[in-house]
């Protein structure tokens, strides 16, 4: 889950140009209205050691959904409608931690609530949630 006000945008994905020299959770640049998006491949980013040739193939991305102000975009395969969430339906984090992009998970959602700058911060370092 991205909090609204961070939301860039939500865009449907097109044409990915590959860059040499990346992480591999990098999947390339898209282009969208003159602007150059950068994409992320968000499973292979989360989840790297759960990533093998087979979850690579059943994934089928179809939007990117850009963060805050910035060219970053995650990839996802569908869209959940919006909903507001109350604060107290959220499990906050406490402290750094080992997953400073993660601002909380909202269980009755089974999803996390992401800490956009952060994550942003570790996209530009490029490093992936694991940190590595």
């Known amino acids: 889950a ?18 040499f020299g990346k992480p591999k959770w990098f999947k390339g640049v898209m ?3 003159e602007q150059k998006l950068n ?29 805050g102000d910035s060219n970053w975009g995650l990839t996802a395969e569908r869209l959940v409608e919006t909903e507001m969430v109350h604060p107290d339906s959220v499990k906050w984090r406490n ?3 080992k997953r400073p992009w993660l601002l909380g998970t909202i269980k009755e959602k089974m999803c996390a609530l992401l800490h956009v700058s952060d ?14």
Do not use: C
């Open 31 to 33: 282009l969208n209205r």
């Open 95 to 97: 402290g750094q931690g």
């Open 119 to 132: 994550l942003i911060a570790m996209l530009e370092q490029g490093i992936n949630a694991r940190q590595e």
């Open 2 to 19: 991205v909090p609204l006000k961070e939301l860039g945008g939500i865009h449907n994905l097109t044409e990915i140009n590959s860059l």
């Open 39 to 67: 994409v992320v491949d968000s499973a292979l980013w989360v989840m790297p050691e759960k990533f093998d040739t087979e979850k690579a193939s059943s994934i089928d991305y179809k939007y990117l959904i850009t963060l």
